[in-house]
């Protein structure tokens, strides 16, 4: 399969115009868990040109009950296992990764993006990202993660802009200290919401 057949099939379903559009966007990753490993596939698969994943840590036995990885690939770094990944989903999305815990102090790692994905799983990662970006990058959009445990009805899973350029994506409620767990539907019927969020975000369709 040749780049031009690959682009082409994309063009055939999404319109050459929009198609321009998602390949040239630049989205940043940040938490390649059950969020981040499904909306960098989602991502991938609809062309968006270059994917910026960051993520420090290793691919776990406990993670395959909801990531995306393989059981070839246990102790492989989450960044490396899904560059891996892409490469047999979309060989011509451009991957970029960062083998690193994103901090203050390197949140540079996400200057060249034009969408940050938030999808951390902790509280503190979570509110230095979206804190971070408004200060630093204030026109970077940024879709981040609120609430997707346990066994709750699927509809509860929405997406709210919050400001100009702050969405979020989940039921804004549910916590897995409190549901005691994390299923697979769940956590990707909101990395849904935010793959989507982000393809809406680059055709400049925004909520209200």
Known sequence: MTREEWLGVLEQRHGADLQLKISSASVAVCGLGGLGSNVAISLARAGVGTLHLIDFDKVDISNLHRQQY????????????????????????????????????????IADCDI???????????????????????????????????????NTITTKKLGKRLYICGDGMSDVDNDGTLFAPRVMLCAAHQANTVLRIIAGKYEV
């Open 116 to 154: 940050v994905c938030e999808c951390f799983d902790n509280a503190e990662c979570k509110a230095m990202l979206v804190n971070g970006v408004a200060e630093r990058y204030p026109e970077k959009y940024i879709v981040a993660a609120s609430g997707m445990s346990g066994l709750h009805t699927s």
């Open 70 to 109: 393989a059981v070839s690939q246990l102790g492989m770094c989450k960044t490396e296992a899904m560059k891996q990944m892409l490469a047999e989903i979309a060989p011509y999305c451009k991957v970029i990764t960062h083998t690193a815990k994103l901090t203050d102090e390197n949140l540079s790692l």
